[in-house]
C-alpha cells in the first residue's frame, strides 16, 4: 500500500476540502459543492443505464457501478473534482463477455481488473502517462466529445425500439415530425439556460438549473416527450456483497485475463488523462499513482458488488468543474444522490426529460472540444496536426486505448526520424594534434541515427589520425555503441589512428575495442546510457 493511499485512508487527502491555498471549506462552497454532485448524479442516471444496455447488462448493474466507482474514487482518487463512473469506453469491450459467458463471468473480470489497476499504482507506472503528447491530448479530447455527441444522438430515437444486438446497441425507430421538433426545442432550452444562467445568478449550476426549468415545464403542461424511465425503472435497493459464481479454475483464468487486461488499460489511459485534463483547469498536478490505486480498488469493490466496473468520465468530469466542483464534496455528493434516487427517489427522476440531459450532455460537447486546435492545425508541425487528426478518428472508430497508444507510436516514430535526420558533423583541423582532423558530431546518436553517423566519415581520405568530439552528442543506446565501435574497425582497417574524446564515463567501461581509443578529459559528461550490463550475453538495456 503506497504512502499516498495511506494518507488518503488516514485522513490527509481530505485537506483537498480546501479549495486552494488560503481558501476554507464555508458553507456557501458546501452549497455549491452538493449543488454540483446534484447535477452530475442527474447526468449519471441515463448514462449508466445506456452503457449497462451496450454490455447487455440489468440497468442496476451500471447503476451501482457508477454509485461505487463513483464514491470510491472520489474519496481515495488523486484529483479532487474527477468522477467516475461506468462508461461506454470499457462497455464496449465487456460486451461479447457477457454474451459469451454471463454476467458473472463481468463480475470476476472486473474484480480482477482492479487488482491489476493497483498493481499499477503500487509500481507507479502510472507516471508514464506523462509521455503521452499534447499532440495526442488534443486528438483524445476532440475524439472523445465527438463520442459523447454521438452517443446522444440515441436518445432522438423512440424508446423501446432500440434493441441490443450482442455487440451494443443498435436499430430503432428515429423521431420524426412534431415528436422530433418538441425534443430539439426543449435540448435548445436547456442549453440557452445553460448559457444564460452564469450571466444571472451563480447561486444553481447552470447545468442543474437548465435540467430542473426544463423538466418543470415538461412534468406541468404534460409534454409527451421521452422521459428517463421510458430508457428503464431505476429502482432497486442497496448493492449487496456477492462473489462471482464463477469456478475458480485455470480456465476462467483464460477466459477473464485478457478482458480484464484490456479494461485495466482502458479505464487507465482514460482516467490518467481525465486526471490531466481536470488538472490543467484546476491547476493541479500530480496524483496519477493514488489515482490508478483508487480506480483499482473501486473496481474490486464494484465486482464484489455486482456492478459492471467503471473509469473516470470527462464528461460527467466536465460537468463536476463548470458547475463548481472542486473538491472530493462533489463527487461524494454525487454518488449517494445516485444511490439516492434509486433507493427513494426514482419514481421522481424518472420523469425527468431525456431532452435536458441531452442538452446538458451537448453543453458539455462544446465545452470539452479543443477548438483551438482547428486554429492552429495550421501552424504547428505537419506530424502535429496529423497526430491531432489520426487520434480523433481512432477514438471514435475504435477505442480510446488503441487511439492513445497509435498517437503516442507515431509521435515517437516521428521524433526519432526528426533526430535521426538532426546528426551531422563540423569538420576542422585539430588544434593540439599536428595533422589530425577533428569530427565534432552534433545531435544525438542513437538507433535511427546510426546510417548517418556511418556515412559522415571517410577514412580513405582521411589524414592518419583523426579526433571524433561527442561534446555536442549524447550517445543513447546499444546500437550508438556498435556504431562506435564499427566506426574504430574501420579506421583501424585503414591503418589509421583514431581517438574518441568527450565520451561518458560509461561507454569507457561499455565499449569494449574502441574503448581502448578514448581520450579522457575533466569535462566528459556524466549520463548514462546503461543501468545494466550483461557481460556473458553482451546485452545492453535500460538506458536515457
Same mark, same amino acid.
Not at 455549491?32 to 454532485?37: N, V
Not at 473509469?311 to 461524494?332: L, P
Not at 419514481?347 to 479543443?370: H, R
Not at 556498435?482 to 566506426?487: G, N
Given at each position: ?183 430539439? *426545442?426543449?435540448?435548445? #432550452?436547456?442549453? &440557452? =439556460?445553460?448559457? @444564460?444562467? /452564469? ?6 449550476? %447552470?447545468? $442543474? ?124 455528493? *454525487?454518488?449517494?444522490? #445516485?444511490?439516492? &434516487? =434509486?433507493?427513494? @427517489?426514482? /419514481? ?6 431525456? %431532452?435536458? $440531459? ?124 556498435? *556504431?562506435?565501435?564499427? #566506426? ?5 582497417? @585503414? ?50
Amino acid at each position: 500500500m503506497t504512502k499516498s493511499l495511506m494518507a488518503a485512508i488516514a485522513g490527509r487527502s481530505f485537506g483537498d476540502f480546501d479549495i486552494a491555498a488560503g481558501e476554507k471549506l464555508t458553507a456557501g462552497r458546501l452549497r455549491i459543492e452538493l449543488l454540483a454532485g446534484l447535477t452530475v448524479a442527474l447526468a449519471l442516471v441515463p448514462e449508466a443505464v445506456a452503457f449497462a444496455f451496450v454490455a447487455g447488462v440489468h440497468p442496476l448493474v451500471g447503476l451501482y457501478a457508477a454509485f461505487l466507482v463513483g464514491l470510491i474514487t472520489a474519496v481515495l482518487g488523486g484529483r479532487p473534482g474527477m468522477i467516475s463512473g461506468a462508461t461506454g469506453a470499457l462497455a464496449v469491450v465487456m460486451v461479447s463477455l457477457v454474451a459469451t459467458h454471463g454476467v458473472e463471468y463481468l463480475f470476476a473480470t472486473v474484480v480482477l481488473m482492479g487488482l491489476i489497476q493497483i498493481f499499477v499504482g503500487v509500481m507507479r507506472w502510472a507516471k508514464f502517462i506523462r509521455l503521452v503528447p499534447h499532440p495526442v491530448m488534443l486528438g483524445f479530447v476532440n475524439g472523445l466529445a465527438i463520442v459523447i455527441f454521438l452517443a446522444q444522438l440515441t436518445q432522438f430515437k423512440v424508446p423501446g425500439t432500440v434493441v441490443n444486438t450482442g455487440h451494443g446497441m443498435s436499430g430503432g425507430e428515429w423521431l420524426s415530425g412534431t415528436p422530433l421538433m418538441i425534443m430539439l *426545442a426543449l435540448v435548445a #432550452l436547456t442549453m &440557452f =439556460i445553460i448559457w @444564460a444562467m /452564469p450571466k444571472l445568478t451563480n447561486l444553481i449550476p %447552470a447545468p $442543474l438549473a437548465g435540467i430542473g426549468i426544463v423538466a418543470i415545464i415538461v412534468i406541468a403542461f404534460g409534454i409527451d416527450v421521452p422521459r428517463v424511465g421510458d430508457l428503464a425503472s431505476i429502482e432497486g435497493g442497496l448493492p449487496t456483497f456477492h462473489i462471482p459464481m464463477v469456478p475458480l479454475n485455470f480456465e476462467t483464468l483464460q477466459i477473464i485475463l485478457p478482458y480484464a487486461l484490456i479494461l485495466a488499460a482502458i479505464g487507465l489511459i482514460e482516467s490518467l488523462l481525465t486526471l490531466n485534463l481536470v488538472g490543467e483547469i484546476v491547476n493541479k498536478r500530480g496524483g496519477a499513482s493514488q489515482e490508478s490505486i483508487a480506480q483499482g480498488i473501486a473496481n474490486l469493490v464494484t465486482g464484489f458488488f455486482s456492478g459492471m466496473g467503471g473509469c473516470a468520465m470527462i464528461g460527467q468530469s466536465m460537468i463536476n468543474v463548470k458547475s463548481g466542483g472542486r473538491t472530493r464534496i462533489a463527487g461524494i455528493a *454525487a454518488a449517494l444522490f #445516485l444511490l439516492l &434516487f =434509486i433507493v427513494v @427517489a426514482s /419514481p421522481l427522476i424518472e420523469q425527468i426529460p431525456l %431532452a435536458a $440531459l441531452v442538452g446538458v450532455m451537448f453543453m458539455v460537447v462544446i465545452g470539452t472540444f479543443a477548438w483551438n486546435s482547428l486554429k492552429i492545425m495550421t501552424k504547428v508541425p505537419l506530424t502535429d496536426a496529423f497526430v491531432i487528426v489520426l487520434v480523433t478518428v481512432v477514438t471514435v472508430l475504435t477505442d480510446l486505448a488503441i487511439a492513445v497508444v497509435v498517437g503516442v507510436i507515431v509521435s515517437a516514430l516521428a521524433y526519432a526520424w526528426q533526430n535521426a535526420t538532426r546528426i551531422h558533423a563540423i569538420e576542422r583541423p585539430s588544434e593540439t594534434e599536428a595533422g589530425a582532423k577533428v569530427y565534432e558530431i552534433q545531435g544525438p546518436l542513437f538507433f535511427g541515427s546510426t546510417d548517418g553517423f556511418s556515412e559522415i566519415f571517410h577514412p580513405e581520405d582521411d589524414p592518419d589520425t583523426v579526433i571524433v568530439d561527442f561534446k555536442a552528442s549524447r550517445v543513447v543506446d546499444q546500437s550508438a555503441l556498435t *556504431a562506435i565501435e564499427a #566506426l574504430a574497425e574501420k579506421y583501424e582497417a @585503414a591503418g589509421k589512428r583514431i581517438m574518441l574524446r568527450h565520451l561518458s564515463r560509461d561507454c569507457h567501461q561499455l565499449l569494449t575495442k574502441a574503448g581502448q581509443l578514448m581520450v579522457d578529459s575533466d569535462d566528459d559528461p556524466d549520463y548514462r546510457i546503461a543501468v545494466d550490463y550483461s557481460v556473458r550475453t553482451g546485452i545492453l538495456s535500460g538506458g536515457h
